[in-house]
């Protein structure tokens, strides 16, 4: 089967490419999701009637409906879709996960976004402005997708990253110690490719290239690195120690992830 693929950066500027979800992906998944909405909503109500008086009144009845409406179209899904980081029942069946922008896990808001939307988007007009956005949007989002800054991505679909900067010895215990903002994609994206084709520039442009790079780097370290280093090795050791942190990170949401929601998959 074929995708379309879009292309994420991370946070160490390695050039990913993601297979985004196709429509019919996304539609099939939606129906599975309608199903399982519908099962939900039944036993909610079902539960709700349990608990109400033998014969409630109007008003009663009336806001019943509607808490158990925006428990079913929205609270569930939201809640659901926050703890497995993007995932629906549909969604799990044709393994698809819904991610950011960037790339990184959705959060409650835009979780809870994507379903508020989805009861005009879906529920109210039958899907027809999803299918309309998914034709016309790069990465066949959805409304909700638009609003939240969202997309749905395809997990069955191996990627491959590339070598890693390594730290040059030396550098290791400042930049382990420096305070390391998250470097902008598109910057760390051009010092990854600067560090990898410097090689082949002309040495005054390696030269000027490089100090241009550091300069614009260094507004997310602090301190300053030691006098005397060339800035592609000070280059190299931020980026790598990006990376070693963003994997850090990664391990530790893992486990958290692992203690909230029993996940099994938590990396060594």
Same mark, same amino acid.
């Given at each position: 089967?074929?995708?379309?693929?879009?292309?994420?950066?991370?946070?160490?500027?390695?050039?990913?490419?993601?297979?985004?979800?196709?429509?019919?992906?996304?539609?099939?998944?939606?129906?599975?999701?309608?199903?399982?909405?519908?099962?939900?909503?039944?036993?909610?109500?079902?539960? &709700?009637?349990?608990?109400?008086?033998?014969?409630?009144?109007? !008003?009663? @009845? +009336?806001? %019943? #409906?509607? $808490?158990? /409406?925006?428990?079913?179209?929205?609270?569930?899904?939201?809640?659901?879709?926050?703890?497995?980081?993007?995932?629906?029942?549909?969604?799990?069946?044709?393994?698809?996960?819904?991610?950011?922008?960037?790339?990184?896990?959705?959060?409650?808001?835009?979780?809870?976004?994507?379903?508020?939307?989805? &009861?005009?988007?879906?529920?109210?007009?039958?899907?027809?402005? !999803?299918? @309309? +956005?998914? %034709? #016309?949007? $790069?990465? /066949?989002?959805?409304?909700?997708?638009?609003?939240?800054?969202?997309?749905?991505?395809?997990?069955?679909?191996?990627?491959?990253?590339?070598?890693?900067?390594?730290?040059?010895?030396?550098?290791?215990?400042?930049?382990?110690?420096?305070?390391?903002?998250?470097?902008?994609?598109?910057?760390?994206?051009?010092?990854?490719?600067?560090?990898?084709?410097?090689?082949?520039?002309?040495?005054?442009?390696?030269?000027?290239?490089?100090?241009?790079?550091?300069?614009?780097?260094?507004?997310?370290?602090?301190?300053?690195?030691?006098?005397?280093?060339?800035?592609?090795?000070?280059?190299?050791?931020?980026?790598?120690?990006?990376?070693?942190?963003?994997?850090?990170?990664?391990?530790?949401?893992?486990?958290?992830?692992?203690?909230?929601?029993?996940?099994?998959?938590?990396?060594?």
């Amino acid at each position: 089967m074929s995708y379309l693929r879009e292309e994420l950066v991370t946070g160490e500027g390695v050039a990913v490419e993601l297979p985004v979800a196709t429509l019919v992906q996304r539609g099939v998944s939606r129906l599975i999701d309608l199903a399982a909405t519908v099962v939900a909503g039944g036993l909610i109500g079902l539960v &709700v009637l349990l608990l109400v008086p033998a014969e409630p009144s109007e !008003a009663v @009845v +009336s806001s %019943l #409906v509607i $808490v158990v /409406t925006v428990v079913t179209l929205v609270a569930v899904p939201a809640a659901f879709e926050t703890l497995t980081r993007g995932k629906s029942p549909g969604r799990y069946a044709m393994g698809l996960r819904v991610v950011r922008d960037d790339g990184g896990p959705v959060t409650a808001r835009q979780a809870t976004l994507r379903a508020l939307v989805a &009861v005009v988007e879906i529920w109210t007009t039958g899907g027809g402005p !999803a299918f @309309v +956005s998914g %034709l #016309v949007t $790069v990465r /066949t989002k959805r409304v909700g997708d638009v609003v939240a800054g969202t997309y749905a991505i395809s997990e069955r679909h191996a990627i491959t990253l590339g070598e890693p900067s390594r730290c040059p010895p030396g550098l290791e215990g400042w930049v382990r110690s420096a305070d390391l903002a998250p470097i902008p994609v598109g910057l760390g994206l051009a010092i990854r490719q600067f560090l990898a084709r410097s090689e082949r520039f002309d040495p005054a442009a390696r030269e000027r290239t490089g100090r241009e790079l550091l300069a614009a780097a260094l507004p997310y370290v602090a301190p300053a690195p030691p006098p005397g280093w060339h800035p592609e090795y000070v280059l190299a050791a931020i980026l790598a120690d990006r990376r070693r942190r963003d994997a850090d990170r990664m391990v530790r949401e893992a486990a958290f992830r692992a203690r909230v929601v029993g996940d099994a998959d938590v990396p060594e």
